[in-house]
């Protein structure tokens, strides 16, 4: 039930445009794209603006998708762990990146419309999912971090990953939990949109930029020790790449070595764009703190000349009136 490559791979037919018998992944993309389009369009008709840079990210995150899963990418992953080494540090680490930084919560919450006459709205169901007790419990930093990295150790050290792979349902969903594994976990740390944390005191504190920065290269270590022993073994970590492709003459050991270069070196792309976001919003902070700072200050120099008038006239009457 799905496209597997029989020639040896290239940058071209890596890149080629290759549906699957079943394209899951590229439907759920494009109707993803075709629902934001949507809610932008009905902001404008409404009179509401939106910025266009986070339609931008939006539309960047699924090109990415789409890249991952409607070329031979998607075919090649099948047969190379190295192919699906980067397949998978793409959607877990780039493409939710993007995605989070178009802003889709912020997006739905002022499309969908408030509640009328008592009844319940779609409105109203979102913002009691992101109050929630589970919604809390997901986005903890330590919750968040965790599930995370067990779709590194979690996955290719235990029999999951040859049992998922099996199948072409397997396949999609494993790459359905890189996508929103991925996007949970920096929907905490970019804190574009609103999340449990910034409702709950609990966990408020981990929301500022500083902190941001320090849950960002929680991570950094684990992968990069995931990608070395990977690079590092002397035998298969999984068994589902175990037999080369006839004629292709790529060993599936010095793949998956190659593999593990990857996901050791990948981590450094999305690293920086994410460092770069929160240093830009860190700076914003400062910015929005300083004029806030000097707002009070010229309000309480106001009080103060105010009041140093106040006093001149009464000092003025009292020098007037005869003693």
């Known amino acids: 039930m799905m496209w597997m490559p029989t020639e040896p791979p290239d940058l071209a037919r890596l890149l080629a445009v290759h549906l699957q018998p079943f394209p899951i992944l590229p439907l759920i993309t494009v109707g993803l794209l075709a629902l934001y389009l949507t809610g932008v369009i009905r902001l404008r008709i409404r009179g509401d603006r939106w910025p266009v840079g986070r339609l931008i990210w939006w539309a960047a995150g699924i090109a990415v998708i789409l890249v991952m899963t409607a ?32 802003a889709p919560v912020t997006l739905l919450l002022r499309t969908l419309p408030t509640r009328s006459g008592g009844r319940t709205s779609a409105r109203t169901v979102v913002l009691g999912l992101l109050h929630s007790r589970f919604a809390l419990f997901i986005t903890h930093p330590v ?49 574009v ?17 500083v902190l941001r920065i320090f849950e960002l ?22 068994h589902f790449y175990a037999i080369p492709v006839p004629g292709w003459g790529i060993s599936p050991l010095q793949d ?10 990948f981590t450094e792309i999305p ?23 000097d707002r009070a ?21 009292d020098a007037g009136e005869p003693r």
């Open 256 to 265: 998956q070595q190659l593999g593990g270069g990857i996901a050791w070196g």
């Open 71 to 102: 070329t031979g990418i998607d075919g090649y992953g099948m047969e190379l762990f190295s192919v699906h080494m980067v397949q998978h540090m793409t959607l877990s680490m780039l493409a939710p990146v993007f995605l989070v930084l178009g």
């Open 143 to 191: 919750v968040s971090i965790a599930l995370f990295l067990m779709s590194l150790y979690g996955l290719y050290f235990t029999p999951v990953f040859d049992y998922l792979m099996g199948t072409m349902w397997g396949h999609n969903l494993m790459l359905l939990h890189f996508l929103a594994i991925g996007f949970l976990y920096f929907w905490g740390v970019l804190g």
């Open 193 to 209: 949109d609103p999340s449990p944390r910034r409702a709950s005191r609990g966990v408020r504190q981990f929301n500022g930029p």
């Open 297 to 317: 200050e010229r309000r309480r120099e106001g009080e103060r000349e105010a009041y140093n008038a106040f006093l001149a006239s009464l000092a003025a009457r």
């Open 217 to 238: 290269f929680a991570t950094v270590p684990f992968h990069a020790f995931f990608g070395v022993v990977v690079m590092m073994s002397v035998s298969l970590i999984v």
């Open 271 to 293: 690293t920086l764009v994410v460092l770069g976001v929160l240093f830009l919003q860190w700076q914003s902070s400062e910015d929005r703190l300083n004029r806030r700072m």
